[in-house]
T-cell receptor
């Protein structure tokens, strides 16, 4: 079982729609959760972090965390073609692991078409 | 206000040669991380360093790979006797604190091709 699992996609949504990206993790002791965006050939860029159960909103982005279900999601409202990228879910702080590292999922490719 | 600087951006080596990748963290950041990204795969943690100390190297292959972050100068990831399977993008990231409470700032990556 992968430690952090995402649907690889590609996920295709029309411009203006809501894109929903999902992630599950296996280490129940994980404490911190992140969503990174990576454009092709570029470096990952942090777009959201979440540490407690519930929703966290930042502009068009909403992160949702459910520790009981070991599930993290990212919603992108009013999707734009510029949102087309690979979205990486990352987790840290599990029991027995160094706080100094993130465990990434394999990423979900999102395509927003006009 | 420079971000995380990595060089070289692209490196080509023949099998058996050595590859040295350098990373200068953002100003004020004392925590450095190296990740490897293979084609069509996610980022895999390799090593976490602070100045002059390796904190966690659980992701480093046992042979041929080493990393350092000296008191002066950049962090260096060294791969000896490279093989084709080492071809990948190597990303360095830095943070002002441990990642538990902060975000990682990534460099543009060094893309290693082994012929």
């Amino acid at each position: 079982q992968k430690e952090v699992e995402q649907n690889s996609g590609p996920l295709s949504v029309p411009e203006g729609a809501i894109a929903s990206l999902n992630c599950t993790y296996s280490d129940r002791g994980s404490q911190s959760f992140f969503w990174y965006r990576q454009y092709s050939g570029k470096s990952p860029e942090l777009i959201m972090s979440i540490y407690s159960n519930g929703d966290k909103e930042d502009g068009r982005f909403t992160a949702q965390l459910n520790k009981a279900s070991q599930y993290v999601s990212l919603l992108i409202r009013d999707s734009q073609p510029s949102d087309s990228a690979t979205y990486l879910c990352a987790v840290s702080g599990g029991g027995g692991t160094s706080y100094g590292k993130l465990t990434f999922g394999q990423g979900t490719i999102l395509t927003v078409h006009p | 206000n420079a971000g995380v600087m990595q060089n070289p951006r692209h490196l080509v080596r023949r099998r058996g040669q050595e590859a040295r990748l350098r990373c200068s963290p953002m100003k004020g950041h004392s925590h450095v991380y190296w990740y490897r990204q293979l084609p069509e795969e996610g980022l895999k943690f390799m090593v976490y360093l602070q100045k002059e100390n390796i904190i966690d190297e659980s992701g480093m292959p046992k042979e041929r790979f080493s990393a350092e972050f000296p008191k002066e100068g950049p962090s260096i990831l060294r791969i000896q006797q490279v093989v084709r399977g080492d071809s990948a993008a190597y990303f360095c990231a830095s943070s002002p604190t441990g990642v538990e409470t902060g975000e990682l700032f990534f460099g543009e990556g060094s893309r290693l091709t082994v012929l």
